[in-house]
């Protein structure tokens, strides 16, 4: 028998489970074993467990055994990786691999092989490069695991010697690219054009857009893994000129009004600013209503 677990957001309850011999083609159905009882508003917070009878004669000439599952509003794993609205890409239906293997002494046998390994080991289908599968936004993901080596900080170069390798691009330069048609960003004091990439990006074209044409060092490492930063590399273009970088005391910054009213604007998204804490009421045990004073009359 094969078995699993499923597991849905929400609140809503797994109530189909299949599975597939034959890429997708056909698809019967599991057993469900639900141990836990829907809550007083009809929620479910816990995993299924399903169990299906897998005939050995439906193994031969098998290469991958596809399960998926539904829930109560009909969701459905899809087959291939693809990005949800949380921006997590690890969704799509499960597949083991089936291969045939011989033993020392001639007897032939099945051998399963799951996509990773759990925890720490090494080994699964998908952390070779022959088993990346195509994952939007990204095409082939040919990292392979085990092969990542973690690079050490490069040492600093000096001004002289960057331009006569990489193009330097001042401040001022890069400010001008702030919009969804021109899109510049620093990383690291590397600048990166990333107008290609705005439709592909799986938190939004805003979250890139919010730091046209600044620094989003801080913002980027966050939130990014490695393997996003390798990425990355795709659209650099060249170095951030530091001597042309302006220090700015932040009690200094100016304020950006609004064109219609005249009006500074409290809540700039390129900007960071303290907001005093006037006001704070419990609603409930675990919710609370804040609420902030601006910074001044006049916002």
Known sequence: AVTGYSYTGGGRAVNRVEVSTDGGVHWELADIDRKEQPNEYGMYWCWIWWTFKLKVVDLIGCKEIWCRAWDDA??????????????????????????????????HVFRFEHPTQPG????????????????????????????????????????????????????????????????????????????????????GADSI???????????????????????????????????????????????????????????NPKQKKPFALQAKTVLSHDSYMLDFALPTSEH
């Open 120 to 203: 720490q080991q090494q080994g699964g289908w998908m952390t070779t490069a022959a088993g990346k599968p195509a994952s939007a936004g990204f095409g082939k993901l040919l990292e392979v695991q085990g092969e990542a080596v973690v690079e050490a900080p490069a040492p600093a170069v000096d001004p002289i010697g960057r331009k006569e390798g990489k193009k330097l691009f001042t401040m001022e330069e890069i400010e001008k690219h702030n919009t969804e048609h021109d899109v510049w960003i620093i990383v690291h004091d590397k600048v990166y054009d990333c107008t290609e990439y705005l439709e592909l990006h799986p938190g």
């Open 74 to 107: 009909n969701n459905c794993q899809p087959n291939d990786p693809t990005w949800n609205l949380m921006g997590m890409g690890n969704n799509q239906c499960f597949r083991v691999k089936v291969h045939t293997d011989k033993t020392a002494s001639g007897e």
């Open 209 to 267: 857009l919010i730091n046209a044409g600044q620094d989003s060092t801080e913002d980027f490492v966050a939130i990014h893994s490695t393997k996003a930063t390798k990425m990355l590399e795709k659209f650099y273009i060249g170095d951030l000129d530091k001597n042309s970088v302006k220090v700015i005391d932040e009690s200094e910054e100016r304020d950006v009004f609004c064109e219609r009213s005249g009006r500074p604007i409290a809540l």
